[in-house]
């Protein structure tokens, strides 16, 4: 090999928790995500609750899953929640503007939505309707789903047979709102976001909202100092911010066979996503030294060509394991940022884009993304443990970029878990990791990794890709040793 690279996890008690909230997923009203994917419907031959696949539902309380993003999305800002609510059979219908231009049938509304979350033990996020909505339309949806009795929307809720509020706390105030949102300035949005945001106080639970303003895109550093700058602390609780890891808007890439020139373009797009966060927390802190507001990076994920014969609006793409490289560097970037980043939500959960889960039929399979997020649950509110290295080299075409990437944190039961990534598509790396202040006697492994870098699970073969036990590794005085086979993601945890 090459050198070994020595990396060192500290204690640290003053160090942040790790929002579990980091680990949240995303639910358009996109192409097969709701609609024959989610959503069977109640008469289904698929087994469902309330028309919910039964075998989604079971695979994401497996990973825990902490909130759920929904309606959009593009898709948000031209909802009309009050065409999803009441009799199925009386709903109108709508034009899915964006994506494919299919009829809406406004089956699955706000009641689907939020007794999916009850079942999922899962946090609702939903984002709002600015671009094409109104300001009472948005006050009345959060007053349908957080008034407890009395008012008008809270009666309408009953109704339709729902008596207790559900309380949902994470609100969205519009989507990319320079961009589909209703392409504004951030001047102009951060004069509509205070106008929403404050008539959203008409819930006697409001002390509890958490609102997320549209955030940015990318390296969009005005949009932030904008929106930190004008929008009073009293009226927000976090920005957005959402970044894909594309290669060319033009020309997107394979899913599945793809080189490594296309491989390396895309783990440079994705781990671009440290920088962005790192310099939207700098332009926060000039604002919030306090660190009361929080960054939500609400959108992202690995986005290719669609498969061959699925409708272009639909975005539905394989997922090998360049897409369990993206997550696992991703998360461990979210973790080390812990500090200010306390939300994030991969783009999407099935059917779309990088997706955990995809359905065909009756059938299901999990994603090695998938896999990730269910090795990465250890972090979840864990305290994080500082990590200092310098990154081996993965060199391609003369170009560089770091091969590995560390997070770790120590549960409150006192498990400490560290989680690597090497993203090297040729190499492997030995580490070595000084466990500093940390009483560590045991840790058990687990490991995902496959052949080739474009291996993915199939209908026809599900688990190719799988977490596997990992014992390739010797903990000896505080001090870990192991190499990482390419493009690897292996996670340790302590045991007593
Ligand atoms: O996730 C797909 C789309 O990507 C979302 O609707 C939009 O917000 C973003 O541009």
Known sequence: FAQETKITV????NAPKISKHIYGHFAEHLGRSIYDGFYVGDTSAIPNKEGVRTDIIQALKEIQIPNLRWPGGCFADTYQWKDGIGPQEERPTMVNSWWGGVTEDNSFGTHNFLNLCEELGAEPFISGNVGSGTVKDFADWVQYTNHPAGSPMAKLRKENGREEPWNVKF???????????GNMTAEYYANIYKQYATFMNASENNENLYR??????????????????EVPKSLIEAVGLHHYAVIDWKAK????????????????????????????????????PENEIDLAVDEWGGWYEVEEGTNPGFLYQQNTMRDAMIAGATLNIFNNHSERVKMA?????????????????EKMILTPTYHVFKMYTVHHDARLLPVAFDSPNYIFN???LPAISVS????????????????D????????????????????????????????????????????????????????????????????????
């Open 10 to 13: 500290r204690e640290d008690q």
């Open 171 to 181: 609100w969205g105030i519009g989507n990319e709102m320079w961009g589909c949102g």
């Open 212 to 229: 997320i303003a549209a955030g940015a895109t990318g390296d969009d550093y005005h949009w932030t100092e904008v929106l930190m700058r």
């Open 253 to 288: 890439g394979p899913s599945t066979n793809y080189t490594e020139d296309i491989y390396f373009k895309s783990m440079k797009e994705a781990l671009k996503m440290d920088e962005f966060v790192t310099k939207h927390i700098e332009v926060m802190e000039k604002y919030d």
């Open 345 to 361: 939500n991969i783009a999407q959960t099935v059917n779309v884009l990088q997706a955990q889960i995809l359905t065909e039929g």
């Open 398 to 400: 003369g170009e560089s």
């Open 408 to 423: 770790a944190s120590k549960s409150e039961t006192g498990s400490t878990s560290i989680s690597l990534v090497n993203i």
């Open 425 to 496: 598509a040729k190499k492997e790396h030995k580490v070595e990791i000084e466990l500093e202040g940390l009483d560590v006697k045991k840790m058990q492994g687990q490991i995902l990794r496959s052949g080739k870098i474009q291996d993915h699970n199939t209908f026809d073969d599900p688990d190719k890709i799988t977490i596997k036990d990992f014992k390739d590794f010797s903990l000896k005085n505080g001090k870990l040793s192991m190499v990482l086979p390419p493009f690897s993601v292996v996670v340790l945890s302590s045991k007593k």
